[in-house]
């Protein structure tokens, strides 16, 4: 079991540029969540997926941040256009999704962004 | 204001003493999870308490989720150097319709000193 992969591990950017994260949930995962991790806010949750539909997207912070599941097995994160203040670790995370209040949650090792 | 409330923030033990780290909310859940995470890494599931009352163990780890379901304890007896890392709790509110959507708290980092 490879586990959830996230890719790239690091992205340094420039503020402006379009900026796109990656991630492959693990095989037979019918949930996909991102989350977002700052000192200051913790770990926030931005949106999810069941069966490549988004359920929730209530935490993306604002329009400029969208998430796309083409597939069972991919999906992504865009900031277009990125700013200083969206230097986070972004995690992607799946699950079952068997609709129980107890799923267990894998997640991936994260994305470090710095937007300069 | 955060949902889960952790606290305290930073301990730091030398190895072999006994810590608790604490989750509490105002707000009941159906379930209660604790991660943990290392630096670099994503956070990895521990335990997850779905009863009010319900006390599990996982070696040297206690977790009990309390009587009302609005909080939930770590117990780390004899700790060591190993266990140091972010603990997170983690919940689903009970009655919500966000099925999946868990809540964070801000984390406890836990530095065990030899």
């Known amino acids: 079991d490879a586990g959830v992969i996230q890719s790239p591990r690091h992205e340094v950017t420039e503020m402006g540029q379009e900026v796109t994260l990656r991630c492959k949930p693990i095989s037979g995962h019918n949930s996909l969540f991102w989350y977002r991790q700052t000192m200051m806010r913790g770990l926030e949750l931005l949106i999810y997926f069941n069966n490549n539909v988004p359920i929730d997207d209530s935490g993306m912070p604002e329009d400029r941040f969208s998430a796309k599941m083409p597939n069972a097995s991919f999906s992504t994160l865009k900031i277009q256009p990125s700013e200083p203040r969206d230097s986070a670790v972004y995690f992607c995370a799946s699950s079952q999704g068997l609709r129980r209040t107890n799923e267990k949650l894998f997640f991936g090792s994260g994305t470090q962004l710095s937007v300069l | 204001t955060q949902l889960l409330e952790q606290s305290p923030q930073f301990l730091s033990i030398q190895e072999g003493e006994n810590l608790t780290v604490y989750c509490n909310s105002s707000?009941?859940?159906?379930?209660l999870q604790w991660y943990r995470q290392e630096p670099g890494e994503g956070p990895v599931l521990l335990v997850t308490v779905v009863t009010g009352g319900e006390v599990k163990k996982l070696k040297r780890l206690t977790f009990q989720f309390g009587d009302a379901r609005k909080d939930s304890s770590l117990h780390i007896t004899a700790a060591q150097t190993g266990d140091t890392g972010l603990y997170l709790c983690a919940g689903v509110r009970a009655g919500g319709t966000s099925y999946g959507k868990l809540t964070f708290g801000q984390g406890t980092i836990l530095t065990v000193h030899p």
């Open positions: 707000s009941v859940f159906s379930s």
